[in-house]
């Protein structure tokens, strides 16, 4: 709610800022993201591109970020090229060596599907710079929801392991930033 003053007596009061990082994932029955074209305009142009240029204005005033960790690791898989995945035992790849996790460099493909694909590898790539840093600066404090984005009360009622198991996710996806 907002606290307009009616008199300049009035005292300052603080405040919080809370920045939303998420997203709905929607993948495809490979594991790719579906829609990539929509997560590049986001991330570009759109709300996750926003919250972040929104945490940049802010300049160091303390914020607190609210984030769904299954987003950062969409864009993660959208910045080394949007792979499939697979619940099944990783096989040799062409070489016969066992098949490596995706890198963070661009396709090497010269076909047009690579270049677009590139194109959501760097947007991607940026975005994942930004956010970090800005989730690192000392200037405010993050918040996991659940992995997922889990709705908590419904999980709570009917599916209370999953609410543990999503918790127990979220604790460590931003492990690899050092981030708490």
Request: no cysteine; glycine share 10%.
């Amino acid at each position: 709610l907002s606290l307009v003053p009616t008199s300049p007596d009035v005292p300052l009061v603080d405040t919080a800022l809370v920045f939303p990082v998420r997203a709905g994932v929607v993948r495809s029955p490979d594991g790719a993201v579906e829609n990539p074209e929509d997560w590049t305009s986001s991330l570009r142009s759109g709300a996750l591109h926003d919250v972040v240029e929104i945490g940049r204005a802010a300049r160091g005033h303390s914020l607190s970020w609210l984030v769904d960790p299954a987003v950062i690791d969409t864009v993660r898989d959208l910045a080394r090229g949007n792979q499939p995945r697979t619940l099944g035992t990783p096989g040799p790849t062409d070489g016969g060596s066992p098949s490596a996790s995706p890198s963070d460099s661009p396709s090497a493909s010269g076909s047009a599907g690579a270049a677009a694909a590139t194109a959501t590898e760097r947007v991607a790539r940026r975005w994942l710079r930004h956010v970090h840093r800005l989730l690192g600066s000392t200037s405010g404090e993050i918040l996991g929801l659940p992995y997922g984005d889990l709705a908590v009360d419904s999980a709570l009622r009917y599916d209370e392991p999953l609410l543990r198991r999503a918790v127990r996710r979220t604790g460590d996806r931003l492990k690899p930033w050092g981030l708490p």
